[in-house]
């Protein structure tokens, strides 16, 4: 059974940075794709960023481009997100998912298991 669990979430000034941590059971973690994907109030889940399995190239949002970093540690089952410059606008329940292929993606069809989220409040 895969597990995700996320941690980092928190509050935080406009301008600001967090670390938002997503660690994964699993024996064929470092193979497959992870995405972060965020769903603020009234709104639909949408991506963020996506880190693939194989060669760990990083795809992002336009919205978070030059802001957020996303990165994986395979002998942790770790993939960080670090956001940076922080907006009111980021404020969102920011999700972790795996897929089971390597290939990232931004769809949340695409994905297969979800970890329960970690809340993001950015204040102005």
């Known amino acids: 059974q895969v597990q995700l669990v996320e941690s980092g979430g928190g509050l935080v000034q406009a301008g600001g940075s967090l670390t938002l941590s997503c660690t994964a059971s699993?024996?064929?973690?470092?193979?497959?794709?992870i995405g972060w994907f965020r769903q603020a109030p009234g709104k639909e889940r949408e991506f963020a960023a996506a880190?693939?399995?194989?060669?760990?190239?990083?795809y992002y949002a336009d919205f978070v481009k030059g802001r957020f970093t996303i990165s994986r540690d395979n002998a942790k089952n770790t993939v960080y997100l670090q956001m940076n410059s922080l907006k009111p606008e980021d404020t969102a329940v920011y999700y972790c998912?795996?897929?089971?292929?390597?290939?990232?993606?931004?769809?949340?069809?695409?994905?297969?298991?979800w970890g329960q989220g970690t809340q993001v409040t950015v204040s102005s």
């Open positions: 998912a795996m897929r089971t292929v390597s290939n990232a993606g931004s769809s949340r069809n695409e994905y297969a298991y």
């Open positions: 699993g024996r064929f973690f470092s193979t497959v794709a």
């Open positions: 880190i693939s399995g194989s060669d760990t190239n990083a």
